[in-house]
């Protein structure tokens, strides 16, 4: 697989890296928005919620989340669950406040881009 690219979907499916980095935080702080979650949950959430577009890998998520706490925005904890720990992830108020911003600029980057795009397709 070509290495600025990610698997999404099928098998012969590439998204470009660049294009899902900027929705990348605001799709994991909308699904803990929803409910705390361990990593692989977050990973089987979003594919499952996308219907299978996203798919992120471990090496994509857990520096993510480890920034996103770092900042701020999200807070670990550690939960046994038939005799295995697992660290949780919850958004926190500063947390969801930075999602309100950061979807505020997605819907008015996401419908600047289908005007010119679906424009242009016509």
């Known amino acids: 697989m070509h290495s600025n690219s990610m698997y999404v979907g099928g098998e012969l499916s590439l998204f470009d890296k660049e294009l899902l980095k900027g929705s990348t935080e605001i799709l994991i702080l909308s699904l803990l ?3 705390p979650m361990y990593g692989y949950q977050i ?3 979003a594919e499952n919620k996308s219907e299978g577009v996203f ?3 471990e090496g994509t998520l857990y520096p993510l989340l480890h920034s996103l ?10 939960l046994e669950y038939e005799g295995r720990k697992r660290k949780y992830y919850r958004i926190t108020a500063t947390g969801k406040k930075h999602m309100e911003k950061k979807l ?3 819907k008015i980057f996401s419908s600047a881009v289908n005007r010119i795009v679906l424009e242009g397709c016509m």
């Open 43 to 45: 990973i089987k959430e």
């Open 104 to 106: 505020e600029e997605w």
């Open 33 to 35: 928005n929803r409910e």
């Open 55 to 57: 798919h992120f890998k």
């Open 69 to 78: 706490e770092a900042d701020g925005f999200l807070k670990s904890y550690w």
